[in-house]
């Protein structure tokens, strides 16, 4: 069975199932694998032409092993996977010679986090329902987290949901995929504030819990759950294979924010899969890009761009792959991460551990004029829109690509029409919708606004839990 264990070296071995129901560990770091599942080239090989649930099976299934069942597993991934609305699930689209996008938004909410949330709601309420015990699921959210997890969890027996958007200003695509999902056991709170008062409230709400009398617990579905980055691996042993993997090494270049999709890269090489170089691509937010590029950690104050799902200050995923650097050894990374979070002084890591990382990840940040003009690009070459966020994944391919002659990949993390500002001001029509959302704008709204007061927003969660 495997076990996974704290970033910080200071918290117990848990199992899978009470990982997933666990946020941080005790002592504030991550829980990772403690071994990671290795599959040699002739296994990977043996993997190449099975369908997209069955390879997901494949990879997910050491992780989970002794906690799901592979029958209950696999009918969670049948069910994930046919509700996706093409059917490869994760297609490529060549966009030139070696350069490919691999589509990620085709799920219901019409970006990559589809992939992670359909899955964990699932695994939450297979293992709720085994334990008899009901959670209470609390997040802010800036467009497409709050989305993804109310689709993921809307079938959930023993979920409830509470998500807090920022009253008007998410776009109404966004707002529209959260507020027009039908179940009992889902509540949009529009709070009058901004979304850092949101997350505020959040915050404070996991620190105490009394509200609830004691009778839930919360639990985070944000990317550090551990659920997530698992089912992230997947997409990338599913277009190695089909572009000639594992006997062909592939590039990736990943739009990054908190850093959990370009971790699941990682992951993927760790298991075997022969990868040759990770691009960590980001907007102005570039924390990780003047670590990278300066051994510099410096948080500077957070920037909203047309790219708001990689608007981050801090990337709380990069301490797992840190953990790695630093040989495993929590302790040293506890002292390490103190001085990161202290936000005082820049930090600088150890120039070895440092090169290290560098064997395989670049990283480049993309302005917002750059972003735009990758859209168009693109779309002149192609007549294939990207999506903002995307465009930042192939501009940062362009630029730090290592060998032509390896396929470069970017993840395509989310459909154009979820980024209407950015759209326009490329110079393009509003995309339609695509065919199973094509009603969005004519359903039903429920939501509830309340003011910024985390009294208020307490006492309408323990309300509608206990009804
Ligand atoms: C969440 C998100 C990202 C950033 O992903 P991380 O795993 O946080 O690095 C990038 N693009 C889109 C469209 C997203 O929704």
Redo the contacts with the bound molecule.
Sequence with gaps: MMKYISTRGNAPELTFEEVLLTGLAEDGGLYVPKDVPKFSPAEIESMRDLPYAELAHKIIYPFVEGCVETADLKKILDEVYGGFAHKAVAPLQQIDHNEYVLEL?HGPTL???DFALQTLGRLLDYVLERRHEKVVIMGATS???GS?AIEGTKACRNVDIFILHPHGKVSEVQRRQMTTVKGDNIYNIAIEGNFDQAQDMVKASFGDQSFLKGERKLVAVN?INWARIMS?IVYYFYSSLNLGGPVRPMAYS???????????GYMAKKMGLPIEQLIIATNKNDVLHRLMSKNKYEVHALEHTI?P??D?AV?S?FERLLFDLYDRDGAQLAELMGRMNAKKDVVSLDEAKLAKARETFDSYAVGEDATVQTMQEVYDETGYLL?P??AIGVKAAREVRRNKNIPMIT?G??HPV??EEAVERAGYAHPDLPHHLTDLMEREERLDVLPADLADVQAFIAKNTFK
């Design positions: 938004f970006a990559f986090k467009g497409d987290t993804a990317s992230q990943v739009p990054t924010g908190n850093f959990g999709d370009i971790f699941a790219t799902s990689m981050i990337s995923n999506d966020h995307t993840l993390t989310a979820k980024f």
